[in-house]
């Protein structure tokens, strides 16, 4: 009787399929609970502590947040610096913050921002990238908007744009006004700081490029 070769036993491949099947179960279950770890929301203490996180707690928003560039990784950073004053006050609570943040993203996501923005990768690419806006130089004591709006800080001038867009033309796909409301502003302006502050891995790409985004004040 000729030898059957090891490539035409259907046993081979039964077996085959059923070590790569579970092997693959118990990689994507491990990278699942690893992804798990990685994006879980961090906390005060942490940040009180200088434990870097990927994705810091709410009260980052009492922290001053720049782009700098990270050598071995090859691209910019979100980093977490000093106290920093936001609409006045740079010691709000867990609550208070984690409630900004929320109101932020619900505000996000009625009035749609998505149908033109991209936020975290997801939305349109009919207006800017959101994701790292806060970090945007323009909205800084020295850019465009800041001066373009009149007010004294970033977080005035980017919830005074968002309450009255058309006063101030900045792009030739205006956008529009959407009724946001002063509380509703001050949500958006916080949950854009917290997206900033979140370490995406060098995305958006071409954020960085901008003149002053690196090193930004």
């Not at 058309?166 to 958006?188: C, V």
Request: hydrophobic fraction near 35%.
């Amino acid at each position: 009787m000729a030898n059957k070769s090891v490539w035409s036993d259907n046993r081979f491949w039964q077996r085959s399929a059923t070590w790569v099947t579970g092997f693959a179960s118990v990689l994507l279950i491990w990278l699942t609970f690893d992804t798990s770890a990685q994006i879980s929301m961090g906390d005060d203490a942490d940040l009180k502590n200088g434990v870097t996180k990927r994705v810091p707690g709410p009260t980052v928003i009492n922290y001053k947040i720049t782009y700098e560039m990270d050598a071995k990784r090859g691209h910019e950073v979100p980093v977490i610096g000093e106290k920093e004053k936001f609409f006045g006050r740079d010691d709000y609570s867990e609550e208070e913050a984690g409630a900004l943040l929320h109101l932020g993203k619900l505000g996000s996501q009625a009035k749609n921002c998505m149908d033109c923005h991209t936020l975290l990768g997801n939305g349109a690419y009919y207006a800017p990238d959101l994701t790292k806006s806060w970090l945007d130089p323009a909205w800084g004591p020295e850019g465009s908007m800041q001066s373009m709006t009149g007010k004294d800080t970033k977080e005035e001038a980017m919830a005074e744009f968002l309450q009255h867009p058309s006063q101030y033309p900045t792009h030739a796909r205006m956008m529009p006004n959407l009724g946001i409301t002063a509380a509703e502003a001050k949500g958006l302006v916080a949950f854009l700081k917290h997206m900033s502050s979140i370490d995406t891995n060098g995305f958006p790409r071409n954020f960085g490029k901008i003149q002053g985004a690196v090193h930004g004040k």
